[in-house]
């Protein structure tokens, strides 16, 4: 009994000492960008993650495509999901963040893991796993994104199984197909 009121005295003690967070606000606004980045992007809505992105933010993308600035992105951002020709046909996103965000002054790091749901317009259907990294800024009081940056796993992921699939699917037509024409030549052959 003894060691558990120690115990309990120690933890109580302990936790009456600890250091609050200083950036437990800057930790919710950040947060807050997060959420609403996430929300806008669900919804298909580039002004409304525009407005987290700085006006010379930099966007690297999973396609290893760069944009610079509202201009580019909102380009980049049209051609893959809104104009005709457009890549994508369905966009869904859930993102989290991986740790507590590392600050540096009025600059932020911030990463985590997403999981996206892509349906192409050429029908192909996939769940992608990735990670994101951002350098966020406070610039007169409001965090904004000046980089922001996608990756995937380039060894292991939905579009590089698919292609492996398909190369055994096209291994194995192209053996029973040869079987086949191997059968028929040598038919053909034994009748001469």
Do not use: C
């Amino acid at each position: 009994m003894k060691k558990l009121i120690a115990m309990l005295l120690i933890v109580f003690v302990s936790n009456a000492y600890a250091k609050p967070d200083p950036h437990s606000a800057d930790r919710e606004s950040l947060r807050a960008v997060l959420d609403d980045m996430v929300k806008a992007l669900n919804e298909h809505d580039f002004d409304g993650a525009a407005k987290h992105l700085h006006e010379q933010g930099v966007i690297t993308y999973y396609n290893a495509e760069v944009t610079v600035g509202h201009e580019q992105s909102r380009e980049y951002f049209n051609r893959m999901l809104k104009e005709s020709k457009a890549i994508v046909k369905e966009y869904r996103l859930k993102g989290d963040v991986s740790a507590p965000a590392i600050f540096h002054g009025n600059t932020a790091i911030a990463y985590g893991v997403t999981e996206e749901y892509f349906k192409l317009t050429e029908g192909l259907e996939f769940t992608l796993t990735g990670h994101w990294s951002a350098t966020i800024q406070r610039l007169d009081g409001t965090w904004k994104i000046t980089n922001l940056h996608f990756s995937a796993n380039l060894f292991d992921n939905p579009l590089l199984n698919a292609a492996t699939q398909l190369q055994w699917i096209i291994g194995a037509i192209a053996f029973f197909v040869g079987l086949i024409l191997m059968f028929i030549i040598m038919k053909i052959s034994r009748k001469k």
